[in-house]
């Protein structure tokens, strides 16, 4: 089955939209706005719901989660993302 140009065309418009595809311009950054910007760790969901007339009811979930973080993830059926993270172990004490 191929997907069809719209559907192609939708997840490109919501990819631009989402700021996943395209040109980012770091080059006006310092080391230290660089540095800065590395240590945020965060996530980021999108959900899309559709009707198909060959697939029915259509849930697109877009995820961006920071390498490091560890967690699941869960998609309700009204398109409720969930992310649940699990704290890191503290190291043990000397």
Not at 13 to 25: E, N, R
Not at 35 to 55: F, H, Q, R, V, W
Request: with cysteine.
């Amino acid at each position: 089955m191929r997907p069809s140009r719209n559907a192609l065309s939708l997840l490109a418009l919501v990819g631009l939209l989402a700021g996943c595809i395209g040109p980012v311009a770091f080059s006006g950054f310092d080391a230290k706005e660089l540095e800065a910007l590395a240590k945020i760790k965060d996530s980021t969901t999108t959900c899309i719901t559709g009707a198909n007339p060959m697939y029915g009811k259509v849930t697109v979930v877009f995820a961006s989660v920071d390498k490091g973080i560890a967690g699941t993830l869960t998609v309700a059926e009204d398109c409720k993302v969930t992310i649940v993270t699990e704290p890191k172990a503290l190291p043990p004490k000397p």
